[in-house]
Nanobody
Framework: QVRLVESGGGLVQAGGSLRLSCAASGRIFSINAMGWYRQPPGKQRELVATITSDGSTNYADSVKGRFTISRDNAKNTMYLQMNSLKPEDTAVYRC?????????WGQGTQVTVSS
C-alpha cells in the first residue's frame, strides 16, 4: 500500500505562484512514476505533469513553461512548482503514484486563482 498526502494549495492572485507537495509513505520502494492531475470545477480530470523514477518529465501543453514537476527521493516527496498562475488553473490538484499494476491517489488540494 502507498499513501499520498498533498499540501500547499490555497488562494492566489493571477500571476502568482504556489508549490504543491505530495508526500509518499508505505511501500514506496518500487514506485515507477508519479504525477499531478487536476479537476477544474464542472470538468473532467486532466493530466498536469508526470515524472518517472529516472527523472523524465512530461507536461500538459497548458502548463508548459509555467509549471515544474520534481521529486526528492530522500524525502519521498514530489513537488509541483506553479508560476504565472491563471484563473483557468483553478482546480483540485491530486497526485498519484504507480507501483506495479496499481495506481494510488492522494486526497487532493484546492488551488484557486483569482483574476
Amino acid at each position: 500500500q502507498v499513501r499520498l498526502v498533498e499540501s500547499g494549495g490555497g488562494l492566489v492572485q493571477a500571476g502568482g505562484s504556489l508549490r504543491l507537495s505530495c508526500a509518499a509513505s508505505g511501500r514506496i520502494f518500487s514506485i515507477n512514476a508519479m504525477g499531478w492531475y487536476r479537476q477544474p470545477p464542472g470538468k473532467q480530470r486532466e493530466l498536469v505533469a508526470t515524472i518517472t523514477s529516472d527523472g523524465s518529465t512530461n507536461y500538459a501543453d497548458s502548463v508548459k513553461g509555467r509549471f515544474t514537476i520534481s521529486r526528492d527521493n530522500a524525502k519521498n516527496t514530489m513537488y509541483l512548482q506553479m508560476n504565472s498562475l491563471k484563473p483557468e488553473d483553478t482546480a483540485v490538484y491530486r497526485c498519484n503514484a504507480k507501483r506495479d499494476l496499481t495506481t494510488y491517489w492522494g486526497q487532493g488540494t484546492q488551488v484557486t486563482v483569482s483574476s
